[in-house]
C-alpha cells in the first residue's frame, strides 16, 4: 500500500469529493494508516505561484514542499481567491518585503499528512486556512475578549513557520541548490500543497461545498463578523458600509442578517453597485458624484447620520468620511481596512466623545473554534449567508496573473481559482 504522500492518492485535478473518497479508500484502510504512521513522510512537488519581486508577475512553477513537522499540517489547496490584502502584498505595502515569495491566504482544500502532535485533524478532512489562527491554550485564546492568539495572529513581517524559523517550500537554483522560498500570512494559499501550523487551520463539515468555503477563509468571515461580534449590529439600525468590495459586501450582508432597517453603500466604483444591487443593497453614494463629502450627504438622507459606518477600502480619508457619518452621541465605525504605514488615525481625540472607532481583523472570530459554526449557519436555514453572490469570476490556477487583474481594476469581488 502506497503511504499517503504519493501521487497516485490524489487526482491532480478533480472535485473535492472525489478526492475525499480517494483518501478515504486509500489512507484509511487498517493497512494504510499502519503504513502512514511507519513510513516517514516525504517532500512533494507541488504548482505554486510565485512572487520574485513586488508587482512582478506570479511565476507559476515547481516548489518542493517539505513534509508538516511537529503540529503542523499539509494540506492540497483545491480552491483559492484573492483578497485586497493579497493585492496589497503583491505590491509590497505594509508587508516584509522577502522574496522569493508564496502569496495567498483565501483557500480550501484537503488535509493530506500531519505532522506530530496534530489530534484534531487528518488526511482527507476538509478544511479551511486561516490567517489569524487559533492556538486554544494562550491568554488570548483563553480570553472571550478578543480573537488574537499570542503566537498564530496575523503577522504581517512574519514569513517562516513558528515550529523553527525555516520554510517548507524550496526552488532549485541555477547550480541545483535549493534555496528557501517564503510563507505569507500563516498561509501561502497559491499552490497546490502548502504546509501550515494545525493552529491555522479549520476543519469544517464536509458537506459543505469547498469552492465557496473559501470565502470564509478571510472576506467574508472579516465582514460578517465585523457586523455581527464587532459592532452587534441590532435589529431596526442603519448602516453605512465604505468600500464595496467583498469584504464590505460581507458586512452588508452580516447587517441585513441582523435586519437593519437600511444598509447604504459608499464607492467610486459605479460598477460595485451593480454587484451590492443584485445583493440586496437599495440605498447607493459615489462621493463623485456629489459636491459636498460623502458625510454630509449620509446625514442628511438618515436625519442626523447612520448607527453603524464601515470602512472597507483601507483608505484614512474614507475612514474619516466613515467616522463623520455616523450619528453624534452613539455611532460606531468599524475599520477593517488595512492602511498604508506610516498615517496615523484621522480623528482628534476629543471627537472620540461623540462618536466611536472599533477595528475589526477577521471579523472578531476564533477560527478554529467558531469558524465551524459559521459554516453551518451559510449552509442551512431560510436566511443563510449568501455566499454566492461573491464569486463574480473563475479561473483555473494558472490564471492568476488575470485574476489579480480583476481584482486591482476593480472588475471583480472575488476571483476563485480552482487548482
Ligand atoms: N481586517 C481584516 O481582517 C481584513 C480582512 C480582509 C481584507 N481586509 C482589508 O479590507 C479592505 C477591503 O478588502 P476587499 O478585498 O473587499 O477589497 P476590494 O478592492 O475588493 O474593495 C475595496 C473597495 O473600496 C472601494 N474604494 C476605494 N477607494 C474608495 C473611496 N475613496 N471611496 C469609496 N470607496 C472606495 C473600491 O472601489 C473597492 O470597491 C482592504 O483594505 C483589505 O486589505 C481586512
Ligand atoms: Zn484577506
Ligand atoms: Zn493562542
Given at each position: 500500500m502506497a503511504p499517503p504522500q504519493s501521487d497516485s492518492l490524489l487526482p491532480e485535478k478533480s472535485s473535492p469529493a472525489k478526492v475525499r473518497e480517494a483518501f478515504r479508500l486509500s489512507c484509511f484502510s487498517p493497512t494504510a494508516m499502519k503504513a502512514s504512521h511507519m513510513t516517514p513522510l516525504r517532500p512533494r512537488a507541488s504548482e505554486a505561484a510565485v512572487l520574485?519581486?513586488?508587482?512582478?508577475p506570479f511565476v507559476i512553477q515547481e516548489v518542493q514542499v517539505e513534509p508538516p513537522q511537529r503540529l503542523e499540517v499539509r494540506v492540497k489547496i483545491l480552491f483559492t481567491s484573492i483578497c485586497h490584502t493579497d493585492l496589497g502584498a503583491w505590491k509590497g505595502e505594509n508587508v516584509v518585503t522577502v522574496y522569493p515569495r508564496i502569496l495567498g491566504h483565501e483557500a480550501a482544500g484537503v488535509v493530506e499528512s500531519v505532522g506530530e502532535g496534530v489530534e484534531d485533524m487528518r488526511a482527507g478532512d476538509h478544511v479551511v486556512p486561516i490567517f489569524h489562527g487559533e492556538c486554544g491554550d494562550c491568554a488570548f485564546c483563553r480570553s472571550d475578549k478578543t480573537n488574537m492568539c499570542a503566537v498564530y495572529r496575523v503577522d504581517p513581517s512574519k514569513s517562516v513557520?513558528?515550529?523553527?524559523?525555516?520554510?517548507r517550500f524550496s526552488v532549485a537554483d541555477a547550480a541545483g541548490e535549493r534555496r528557501p522560498v517564503y510563507h505569507f500570512l500563516n498561509t501561502s494559499t497559491f499552490a497546490e500543497y502548502t504546509v501550515l501550523d494545525s493552529a491555522c487551520v479549520v476543519k469544517i463539515n464536509p458537506a459543505a461545498p469547498l469552492e465557496r468555503m473559501c470565502l470564509l477563509s478571510c472576506g467574508i468571515t472579516t465582514g460578517v463578523g465585523a457586523a455581527?461580534?464587532?459592532?452587534?449590529v441590532t435589529e431596526g439600525s442603519t448602516v453605512a458600509v465604505f468600500g464595496m468590495g467583498a469584504v464590505g459586501l460581507a458586512a452588508a450582508e452580516g447587517a441585513r442578517h441582523r435586519k437593519a432597517s437600511r444598509i447604504i453603500g459608499i464607492d467610486v466604483n459605479p460598477v460595485k453597485f451593480d454587484y451590492g444591487r443584485k445583493m440586496g443593497i437599495t440605498e447607493f453614494v459615489n462621493p463623485r458624484d456629489h459636491d459636498k463629502p460623502a458625510h454630509e450627504v449620509i446625514q442628511e438622507m438618515t436625519n442626523g447620520g447612520v448607527d453603524y459606518s464601515f470602512e472597507c477600502a483601507g483608505n484614512l480619508d474614507v475612514l474619516r468620511e466613515a467616522f463623520l457619518s455616523t450619528h453624534d452621541g452613539w455611532g460606531l465605525t468599524v475599520m477593517m481596512g488595512i492602511h498604508p504605514t506610516p498615517r496615523l488615525l484621522p480623528?482628534?481625540?476629543?471627537e472620540l466623545y461623540y462618536r466611536r472607532v472599533a477595528a475589526s481583523i477577521f471579523g472578531g472570530f476564533k477560527g478554529k473554534s467558531q469558524l465551524p459554526d459559521l459554516v453551518e449557519k451559510c449552509m442551512?436555514?431560510?436566511?443563510?449567508?449568501?455566499?454566492?453572490?461573491?464569486?463574480t469570476h473563475e479561473l483555473p490556477f494558472g490564471e492568476i496573473n488575470e485574476a489579480f487583474r480583476l481584482l486591482q481594476q476593480g472588475k471583480s469581488l472575488r476571483c476563485m481559482l480552482r487548482l
Open positions: 520574485w519581486g513586488p508587482e512582478e513557520m513558528v515550529g523553527d524559523g525555516g520554510t455581527w461580534n464587532t459592532a452587534n480623528v482628534h481625540p476629543m442551512h436555514g431560510d436566511d443563510r449567508i449568501n455566499l454566492d453572490g461573491f464569486v
